[in-house]
């Protein structure tokens, strides 16, 4: 009987651990800001730059979508800004910043096109309807 507790406990606590419902998530806003920040870039038509080569709008936020998940996943992210430095700035792998092209225009670091986004979205959100 105690060596059927002890796997009962055992099961339990793999279970928990394996749950990705216990993984620390993002506070709404930031959810919110990041969501919208990805919708912008994919609807934009914008080039976005990584490692030297150019990718459409939807590539790049599909690519920034994946790099968000695991840092949730790996409880590293708490914030807008944190995501903007830590997955949409640079590189994890070259650590060669990303850039954004939009038409004509030069290219622009992608932390600098993201953090105007941002700011547009705050205005936006503060803004009486």
Known sequence: MRI???LAVILVTLATAASP???ADLPATSRAEIDALLNR???SGCQFNRNGSWYSSTDAKAHLAKKLN???EKNKLDGTEQFIKLAASSSSMSGKPY???CGDSQP???QTWLTTELQTIRAKAASPK
């Open 99 to 101: 850039q954004v092209r």
């Open 70 to 72: 695991y840092l949730i």
């Open 21 to 23: 419902t216990f993984a």
């Open 108 to 110: 622009v670091a992608s």
């Open 41 to 43: 870039l994919g609807t």
């Open 4 to 6: 059927t507790n002890i």
